[in-house]
Nanobody, 129 residues
Framework: VQLQASGGGLVQPGDSLTLSCASS????????VGWFRQAPGKEREWVAC????????YYAESVKGRFTISRERTKDAVFLQMNNLKPEDTAVYYC???????????????????????WGQGTLVTVSS
């Protein structure tokens, strides 16, 4: 599975931005897709995950209420809508996929980078005035 992350850019605090993660059959097949981010000098941080089972979604507390992850079957893509962006959201954002063919991703595992099977390249989001 080749993941293509895109949509990053330079925005001001309070602005919105939508990231996309696309791959052939990403949505039509059973893959959970997660977003992680890594700020300069910091460890990679889990942001959100969308499971293919019952369309369950999960969010880190730091983005809950501001970010929305969604699956778009017609585009075979997963989007991360980011609203009310803050300077602390500045990071390289990565999407990752977990094969759920044999069962749903456990809620307790979605935050763990090691549980994902495939990774895309990062896309840089900079929030600055």
């Amino acid at each position: 599975v080749q993941l293509q992350a895109s949509g990053g850019g330079l925005v001001q605090p309070g602005d919105s931005l939508t990231l996309s993660c696309a791959s052939s059959r990403l949505v039509s097949d059973y893959y959970a897709v997660g977003w992680f981010r890594q700020a300069p000098g910091k460890e990679r941080e889990w942001v959100a995950c969308a499971s293919s089972w019952e369309d369950s979604t999960y969010y880190a507390e730091s983005v809950k209420g501001r970010f929305t992850i969604s699956r778009e079957r017609t585009k075979d893509a997963v989007f991360l809508q980011m609203n009310n962006l803050k300077p602390e959201d500045t990071a390289v954002y990565y999407c990752a996929a977990k094969d759920e063919t044999w069962g749903a991703f456990k809620a307790s595992d979605v935050m763990s980078a090691g549980q994902y099977d495939y990774w895309g390249q990062g896309t840089l989001v900079t929030v600055s005035s």
